[in-house]
């Protein structure tokens, strides 16, 4: 059932007059409004502005730490250009470290979404392959003195 304004018995006219607005000269209906413009404007300027300060407040790591089926295989020195192998029963990934960034560069998964992830190089940022149960953890750099007292 609709919900109708009803005063004092009548139908309200300006919830129609509102009904009848959503619609444009040619009988069209109006999927955009002013207001849902501004809402999206403002849901981009907000995830925009998530986006910058995570990357400015974020530091950049120095090492990476490699997890195999949720055990530390390996700590990655990230400031040394280096190319790492990782093999399991589960299959292979490549790891590539260039210029302090850190990437999966090949893998032999179905998805390889692994090697879609790119660069790597904020620390808390992760690198992952599912299939393999790989899990590349940044860590260190820029350590913040933070005391709570």
């Given at each position: 059932?609709?919900?109708?304004?009803?005063?004092?018995?009548?139908?309200?006219?300006?919830?129609?007059?509102?009904?009848?607005?959503?619609?444009?000269?040619a009988g069209r209906t109006v999927w955009l409004r002013k207001r849902d413009i501004i809402l999206?404007?403002?849901?981009?300027?907000?995830?925009?502005?998530?986006?910058?300060?995570?990357?400015?407040?974020?530091?950049?790591?120095?090492?990476?730490?490699?997890?195999?089926?949720?055990?530390?295989?390996?700590?990655?020195?990230?400031?040394?250009?280096?190319?790492?192998?990782?093999?399991?029963?589960?299959?292979?990934?490549?790891?590539?470290?260039?210029?302090?960034?850190i990437r999966v560069s090949d893998a032999d998964c179905p998805d390889k979404v692994c090697v879609?992830?790119?660069?790597?190089?904020?620390?808390?940022?992760?690198?992952?392959?599912?299939?393999?149960?790989?899990?590349?953890?940044?860590?260190?750099?820029?350590?913040?003195?933070?005391?709570?007292?």
């Amino acid at each position: 059932m609709m919900d109708m304004d009803i005063e004092d018995g009548n139908i309200n006219t300006e919830h129609a007059q509102k009904i009848a607005q959503e619609t444009d000269m040619a009988g069209r209906t109006v999927w955009l409004r002013k207001r849902d413009i501004i809402l999206c404007i403002v849901l981009i300027a907000v995830g925009i502005t998530c986006w910058l300060v995570m990357w400015f407040v974020l530091p950049a790591g120095n090492t990476a730490d490699v997890y195999i089926d949720g055990k530390l295989v390996q700590t990655i020195d990230m400031t040394v250009d280096d190319a790492y192998e990782f093999s399991t029963d589960r299959g292979s990934n490549t790891v590539a470290v260039e210029s302090g960034k850190i990437r999966v560069s090949d893998a032999d998964c179905p998805d390889k979404v692994c090697v879609d992830m790119g660069w790597k190089s904020r620390r808390g940022e992760t690198l992952t392959c599912l299939p393999h149960k790989l899990v590349i953890e940044i860590q260190g750099g820029g350590e913040r003195d933070i005391d709570v007292q």
